[in-house]
């Protein structure tokens, strides 16, 4: 049985669905019934109770399969612990942490620079980064192959109903808007900017694929076009998926446009492109990571310092 089985197992047995475990990972259902059928036979036990015609709509797990499922977590526990403790023993990076973020939160080069200053920083730490939408990052964090998960909300976060038994956030900072404008715009000789300035530009906005997110980034689009209302006008908006940003900074830095940024100032440089300060737009956007008590506590908690100090804007 590999790794990808074990994983498939826990998943279905937290969503207690196979639908739903399949548009999770992402992968077919029927996939996903054939990798949990192979569980069972290889282990010769029944793991879970399959709904019936007129009885229980809902998957569950039986007896034996609760246990089951327990052991497979702490296999993905000591999966981990391996790799930790060989390269421990190479005297090599004596600590793992897989950390998720949210792909839309800064450029590519952000994250590189991010990653950089962090082994500056922490060099016995391992970071490795999976960038992908909140559902996505939820759904590795509860079967354990993501330690944490780093996000941004448009407002302080309030509902902590999501969140399961064990699971806490810590908010890390926040930092106000910027735009990010070509070296060569008219733009580019000021310091900051107001958005009453921006009247006549195009906004590179990504498109809303987070609407799972705690505070719904869904409000980001309407936050921004209801500010630039006030301010007199109504915005050009050009939408951007999300696995396709390398073109907003491209038609930025070809000044085809500009584009809201909530990066930390620490990692937003990309070549020809100068952020400015919109003075007057007075919405931040708010730092979290999502962690689990008792998981790598130590590593996560100096990768949390060292962003707290990067984000320069601390509550």
Same mark, same amino acid.
């Given at each position: ?21 399949? *548009?999770?990972?992402?992968?077919? +259902? ?23 015609? &007129? ?9 034996? /399969? ?5 052991? =497979? ?8 612990? *391996? ?7 190479? &005297? ?8 998720? !973020? ?5 450029? #590519? +080069?952000?994250?590189?620079? =991010? ?6 920083? $922490?060099?016995? !730490? ?5 960038? %992908?939408?909140?559902?996505?990052? =939820? ?10 998960? *780093? ?19 810590? $908010? ?7 735009? /990010? ?26 498109? %809303? ?18 500010? $630039? ?11 951007? #998926?999300?696995? =396709? ?18 990066? #930390? ?33 130590? #590593? ?12 320069? +804007?601390?509550?």
């Amino acid at each position: 049985m590999d790794l990808e089985t074990i994983n498939i197992v826990i998943t279905v047995a937290r969503l207690k669905s196979f639908s739903a475990t399949a *548009l999770s990972i992402p992968c077919s +259902q029927s996939s996903v019934s054939r990798r949990v059928e192979s569980a069972e036979n290889e282990l010769g036990i029944k793991i879970f109770d399959r709904p019936s015609f &007129g009885g229980s709509k809902t998957l569950t797990l039986t007896d034996a /399969g609760e246990d089951i499922v327990k052991s =497979m977590v702490k296999v993905v526990d000591a999966y981990t612990e *391996l790799f930790r403790v060989a390269n421990t023993a190479l &005297g090599e990076i004596s600590e793992v942490i897989n950390l998720g !973020i949210v792909s839309n939160m800064m450029p #590519p +080069q952000g994250f590189t620079r =991010m990653k950089s200053d962090f082994y500056d920083r $922490c060099p016995d !730490i391992n970071l490795h980064v999976k960038m %992908d939408v909140f559902s996505e990052l =939820m759904a590795q964090f509860r079967i354990r192959s993501i330690d944490a998960v *780093l996000f941004t909300t448009i407002a302080p976060l309030d509902d902590f109903s999501w969140m399961e038994s064990g699971e806490y956030v810590s $908010c890390l900072g926040f930092t106000d808007m910027s735009v /990010g404008v070509s070296v060569n715009s008219s733009f580019a000789k000021n310091d900051s900017i107001t958005l009453p300035e921006l009247k006549d530009s195009t906004f590179l906005l990504s498109i %809303d694929d987070q609407k799972d997110l705690p505070v719904s980034r869904s409000l980001k689009h309407r936050n921004l076009r209801e500010k $630039c209302i006030r301010a007199g006008f109504e915005p050009n908006i050009k939408a951007i #998926p999300n696995d =396709m940003l390398e073109i907003r900074y491209e038609k930025a830095k070809n000044g085809k446009g500009i584009f809201p940024s909530h990066t #930390p100032v620490a990692w937003r440089h990309i070549e020809g492109i100068k952020y400015l300060p919109v003075t007057d737009y007075q919405s931040p956007s708010y730092f979290y990571l999502l962690r689990a008590e008792g998981r790598k506590e130590a #590593p996560i908690n100096d990768f949390e310092t060292f962003f707290m100090d990067h984000t320069l +804007q601390l509550k």
